[in-house]
């Protein structure tokens, strides 16, 4: 997804008012403009964060090393 496309989603969550919590899901990966998105994104109704699609071997299988880093710099932030 291109930054600009992604600033836009990222918008997009700010505008959410309902009741119901979210997951902040925006194809995130390991790369840096991912974790500033991140540490820059605060809302009142988010529940958790989707790293699914960036971390894929194959469907069914995650990649364990770098869903172990990310982790661990999420964490740090």
Request: hydrophobic share 40%; proline share 1%; glycine share 6%.
């Amino acid at each position: 997804m291109e930054e600009v496309e992604k600033n836009s989603v990222v918008k997009k969550f700010y505008e959410y008012t309902f009741q119901v919590p979210f997951f902040l899901s925006v194809g995130i990966g390991m790369g840096i403009q991912d974790f500033d998105t991140i540490k820059n994104f605060s809302h009142a109704r988010i529940f958790g964060i989707d790293v699914n699609s960036r971390f894929v071997i194959f469907t069914g299988k995650k990649d364990d090393i770098k869903l172990n880093d990310f982790i661990k710099k999420i964490r740090n932030l």
